[in-house]
C-alpha cells in the first residue's frame, strides 16, 4: 500500500514543481543553484530518480526535500504543499531522514596587536555589511543545526558561501582600507583573506558594534588563530539574570537560546577551563556560573577538572520530557539536543498531517492524537 511520501514521489514531477517556481532548466537537466550563489549550473535534476543535487553545495534528495529547503518548510509542510499542489489521494506515511551533518573548523579574527581601534571597528563593520545569509550557508544553519530563523537574525550571523563571493568581499575592502590596515585588523593575513572559503560567520557585539568573529568553515584543511586575548559570546541576558551557563560553542549557547527562549550563556570557544572561568567571574563576579559540558569524552574529563557546578544532563532530559533511552551515541551537545527536539516536532507535525489527510480527522483531532504517539 503507497504512503503519501511514496505517491508523491511517484507522481510529483520535480521538473515540474522546479519550473512552476521559475527555474530554468536546460536540456541536461542543469539549473543554477537557488541555494548559493554560482555562474555555472550545478543544480542537476533526474528525472528517471524524481531527484535532485547540487555539485556546488551538497544540497539534494527528492522531491520533497526540494520543496522542504526551496520554500524553508518542515517535511510535514513540504507534504501538504505537495498534495495540494498535486491534488493527491489521502493514504499513510514513513518518516525521514535526520541531515548528516557536515565537517568543520574553526577560524577566529581579533586584532593583531590585541587592541580595538576606531579603525579596526569600521572595517568590521564594513565587513559585517558586506556578508550575506542565503544558500549553502542558511541551509547549513537551518537544516543542520536546527536554528530557527529568528534566532540567526537575533544573533545577525551571516555566511559567505563560495570562493567568488569570498573574493568579491575581499577585493570590495581593499577598495575601502589600506592592506595594512586590514592585516592589523586580523581579517587579511600576509598571505590574503582570512575567509577564503564557505564558512558561517559569528559576530561578537558589544554595545552594538562587531568586535570579534569566529567562524566554521566547511571542509577546510586548515585554520587561523591571531595571538590575541580571547573575547568570549556574551548573551544579552548576562547582565539580568543571576545564573550564567558557559557553554564551549556559540551553536550550543544558541541552541540553549532557542530551547528555553533564555538569553543567560557564554561561549568560550572550546572546553571552559578553570582559565576561562577565571575570566568569567572576573566579569560577572556576582554571578553563579553554571559549565555545560559536551557530552562526550573530553566533556567529561574536563567536568571532573573544574571546580565549578556543571549542568546535569539527565536532569535536563527529564524537564524537557526525554527519555535517556532516546538518545543515541551522536548525542554530545546542546545543538544535538535541539535537532532532537526538533525531529520530534517535525515528527509530530508529518504524524498530524498524515492522521488529518488519511484518516480524515479535522486538524485539532489529528494533533491531539499525533501527541501521545510522540
Not at 13 to 30: E, M, P
Not at 98 to 116: D, F, M
Not at 195 to 223: D, Q, W
Request: glycine share 6%; net charge positive.
Amino acid at each position: 500500500m503507497y504512503s503519501i511520501t511514496e505517491e508523491i514521489k511517484n507522481r510529483v514531477n520535480i521538473l515540474d514543481v522546479a519550473k512552476s517556481f521559475g527555474i530554468q532548466i536546460n536540456r541536461q537537466g542543469k539549473a543554477l543553484c537557488v541555494f548559493h550563489e554560482e555562474k555555472t549550473p550545478s543544480l542537476t535534476f533526474f528525472e528517471n530518480t524524481n531527484s535532485f543535487y547540487c555539485y556546488g553545495c551538497g544540497v539534494g534528495g527528492s522531491v520533497i526535500d526540494f520543496v522542504k529547503h526551496y520554500k524553508n518548510l518542515t517535511t510535514a509542510g513540504a507534504i501538504q504543499w505537495l498534495v495540494e499542489y498535486a491534488g493527491l489521494p489521502r493514504t499513510t506515511d514513513t518518516a525521514q531522514d535526520k541531515p548528516v551533518k557536515r565537517q568543520v573548523v574553526r577560524q577566529v579574527v581579533t586584532p593583531q596587536n590585541s587592541i580595538l581601534t576606531e579603525k579596526h571597528l569600521q572595517i568590521y563593520s564594513d565587513f559585517l555589511e558586506l556578508l550575506t545569509l542565503t544558500g549553502f550557508s542558511e541551509n547549513y544553519l537551518k537544516v543542520d543545526r536546527c536554528l530557527a530563523s529568528e534566532i540567526i537574525e537575533l544573533a545577525k550571523i551571516k555566511g559567505i558561501n563560495s570562493k567568488q563571493q569570498a573574493q568579491e568581499i575581499s577585493a570590495e575592502l581593499l577598495k575601502r582600507h589600506d592592506r595594512s590596515e586590514l592585516e592589523a585588523s586580523g581579517l587579511f593575513t600576509k598571505k590574503g583573506f582570512l575567509f577564503f572559503l564557505p564558512c558561517i560567520i559569528f559576530p561578537h557585539f558589544e554595545g552594538g558594534r562587531a568586535v570579534y568573529f569566529t567562524s566554521r568553515n566547511f571542509a577546510a584543511v586548515k585554520s587561523f588563530k591571531l595571538a590575541a586575548p580571547q573575547k568570549f559570546y556574551i548573551g544579552a541576558g548576562c547582565e539580568t539574570e543571576n545564573k550564567i551557563y558557559v557553554f564551549e560553542g556559540v551553536l550550543d549557547a544558541l541552541s540553549y537560546a532557542q530551547i528555553f527562549g533564555k538569553s543567560n550563556y557564554i561561549a568560550t570557544h572550546g572546553l571552559p577551563n578553570k582559565n576561562k572561568i577565571a575570566k568569567i567571574k572576573s566579569i560577572f563576579p556576582q554571578k553563579k556560573l553554571i559549565a555545560v559540558f559536551d557530552y562526550d569524552k573530553a566533556g567529561n574529563a574536563a567536568q571532573k577538572d573544574t571546580s565549578e557546578t556543571s549542568l546535569n544532563w539527565l536532569g535536563t532530559l527529564q524537564k524537557l520530557n526525554i527519555k535517556p533511552s532516546q538518545i543515541n551515541e551522536n548525542f554530545s551537545d546542546f545543538n544535538d539536543l535541539l535537532c532532537l527536539l526538533t525531529d520530534r516536532q517535525e515528527e509530530f507535525e508529518e504524524r498530524a498531517a498524515i492522521m488529518e489527510y488519511d484518516g480524515g480527522l479535522d486538524r485539532q483531532t489529528a494533533e491531539r492524537m499525533a501527541r501521545r504517539l510522540i
